[in-house]
């Protein structure tokens, strides 16, 4: 597709359940960024892929979330036994290597926690 | 630690007036870049500017203009002559230079412009 795509964009679960949350980032673009947006706050780094090399994975909040980036692609964050204050927008945005720093992003996968 | 402080929770203008966003960023890099992203009711945050720490030269494009201080760890930005349109959340952010040739951003907690027609 033209933008990054994002699904589901909408997710209502049940306190303790897992959820997966997918990003289709542009074509060609290496890097790949999940960040979350809370009621108040600023956009959250949780974590960033670059090519083939290991994820910066230093703003997870908790070893309950995880990411994967399979083939360099398609990327899916993981929430495991989900809390209320997991209830957030989650972003993610994709950049090619160069001088611009540019980042897109997707419109967001709205989760929450009940 | 990379810090950025947007202010102003909300401003509120009468289109056609003048706004200025403020944003103040703290870093220990001598070299850096400083980004807006806007983020209209759809959701979808859109690139606005990019600057390094070494070009402080104010920038213009159409209505949108932007203040670089160093010396006051200031990077505004100004809308001249608002619009509806440019009703949104606006975020500032901060990125330190990485040679691998990509940006992790820090960004600040927004500034939401409401413009009334």
């Known amino acids: 597709g033209a933008g990054v795509s994002q699904s589901p964009s909408n997710k209502v679960t049940e306190k303790g359940k897992d959820v997966e949350l997918r990003c289709d980032p542009i074509?060609?673009?290496?890097?790949l960024y999940w960040y979350r947006q809370s009621l108040g706050q600023g956009l959250e780094f949780l974590i960033y892929?670059?090519?083939?090399?290991?994820?910066?994975k230093s703003g997870l909040p908790s070893d309950r979330f995880s990411a994967e980036r399979t083939g360099g692609s398609v990327s899916t964050l993981t929430i495991q036994r989900t809390q209320q204050e997991d209830s957030a927008v989650y972003l993610c945005?994709?950049?090619?290597?160069?001088?611009?720093?540019?980042?897109?992003f997707g419109e967001g996968s709205r989760l929450t926690v009940l | 630690a990379q810090k950025v402080t947007q202010a102003q929770t909300e401003i509120s203008v009468v289109e056609k007036e003048d706004v200025t966003l403020d944003c103040v960023y703290e870093?220990?890099?001598?070299?850096?870049?400083l980004f807006w992203y806007k983020q209209p009711p759809s959701g979808e945050l859109v690139f606005l500017i990019r600057?390094?720490?070494?070009?402080?030269q104010n920038e213009i494009s159409g209505r949108y203009s932007w203040n670089f201080q160093k010396s006051t760890s200031s990077f505004n930005f100004t809308i001249t002559a608002s619009q509806v349109v440019d009703s949104a959340v606006y975020f500032c952010a901060l990125s330190e230079a990485m040679n691998t040739g990509f940006q992790k951003l820090v960004f600040g907690t927004g500034t939401r412009l409401l413009v009334s027609p």
């Open positions: 892929f670059q090519g083939n090399s290991a994820p910066d």
């Open positions: 600057r390094n720490s070494f070009d402080e």
């Open positions: 074509s060609g673009h290496t890097a």
């Open positions: 945005a994709s950049s090619k290597r160069g001088v611009t720093g540019e980042l897109f």
């Open positions: 870093t220990r890099d001598t070299t850096y870049y």
